[in-house]
């Protein structure tokens, strides 16, 4: 399985095909994620099938485009997909209140909303690799009735949502803030920053997943990335938040901050070596999924 492939199967996307035989009323139809594995032609009933923010991932990277539509979409040419994102001129998006959809410039949630349930997407594929795991146990070394261990961390806690959900999944959680946010939540807190937390620690044990979610400044990203590497086990994920700004204004430091160019640095130091295989979900505020190979 390709790690798109995996991706895929935890976020499940309505197949394009499918859709598009059946989408009569496609404004009524609209999917957050729409996958194709053909070399389909996208035209303007495609784009309009996604909801605003939505994004349709082709595995064939010869996909072609309706000319007319290169100004409403953004495409990003991942190792072995294709994301396409709607960007229309005249934007779309589920007013919540309503439940209804509305232009941009009439809704009522002042724009752009943050569509990324991220505590939910984090936990399915916390869920998947526990699952992955213990498959592997049972069927490849013969161990059964022996609870999966998976150790989680999380760099930057606040309130976290996470946190939570995760420790019906985790067997060990652990969490790492400058304020005094977690004591309680985690099984072991430590209130200091992320680089004292790295120089401090002897890990005899690896983690499963890292979510970094701490200061978002693009060096202090990098450096959490770059120890995040060095701490999880092979096969395991880390996490990256904030990843995928809305606009210009989310390049606030209060933000998403510059948390974004955390991208190329991926790809150029570990993606082209081989050593992690990487997708950004291009979710406002976006989420960046690397795993260790
Ligand atoms: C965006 S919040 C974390 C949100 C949480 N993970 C969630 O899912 O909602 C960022 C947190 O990182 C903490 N932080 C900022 N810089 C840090 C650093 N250098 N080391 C550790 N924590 C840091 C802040 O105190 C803040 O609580």
Redesign the pocket.
Same mark, same amino acid.
């Given at each position: 399985m390709t790690f798109i492939d995996f991706v895929i199967n935890v976020i499940k996307p309505v197949n394009a095909r499918t859709l598009l035989s059946k989408c009569s009323n496609v404004k009524t139809n609209q999917h957050d994620v729409i996958l194709t594995n053909n070399a389909i032609f996208v035209n303007e009933s495609v784009l309009e099938s996604l909801v605003y923010d939505g994004f349709l991932i082709s595995t064939d990277l010869s996909l072609s485009i309706e000319k007319s539509l290169l100004s409403e979409y953004e495409c990003l040419v991942l190792p072995d997909c294709v994301m396409i994102k709607r960007n229309t001129g005249v934007l779309y998006c589920l007013n919540k209140v309503e439940s209804d959809l509305v232009p941009v410039s009439q809704r009522i949630v002042p724009p752009p909303v943050e569509t990324l349930d991220?505590?939910t997407a984090i936990c399915l594929l916390a869920k998947e690799l526990k699952g992955e795991r213990e498959k592997f146990r049972y069927f490849e070394l013969g161990i059964k009735d022996e609870k999966e261990k998976f150790r989680y961390l999380?760099?930057?806690?606040? #309130?976290?949502?996470?946190i939570d959900k995760m420790k019906l999944i985790a067997t060990e959680t652990h969490g790492?803030?400058?304020?005094d946010?977690g004591k309680g939540k985690f099984d072991t807190f430590h209130q200091?920053?992320?680089?004292k937390y790295f120089e401090d620690s002897l890990f005899d044990d690896k983690f499963d997943m890292i979510?970094v979610?701490?200061?978002?400044n693009i060096e #202090?990203v990098i450096k959490d990335f770059n120890n995040a590497f060095c701490s999880i086990r092979s096969g395991g994920i880390i996490l990256l938040?904030d990843t995928y700004p809305h606009s210009e204004a989310y390049i606030n430091p209060r933000l998403c901050s510059t948390a974004y160019q955390v991208g190329p640095h991926i790809r150029d130091k570990y993606a082209k070596k081989n050593l992690v295989t990487y997708v950004t979900l291009p979710f406002q505020p976006g989420l960046t999924v690397v795993r260790k190979t």
């Open positions: 991220h505590p999380e760099l930057g806690v606040r #309130n976290s949502p996470v790492v803030d400058i304020n946010c200091m920053t992320t680089d979510f979610d701490a200061c978002h #202090n938040h």
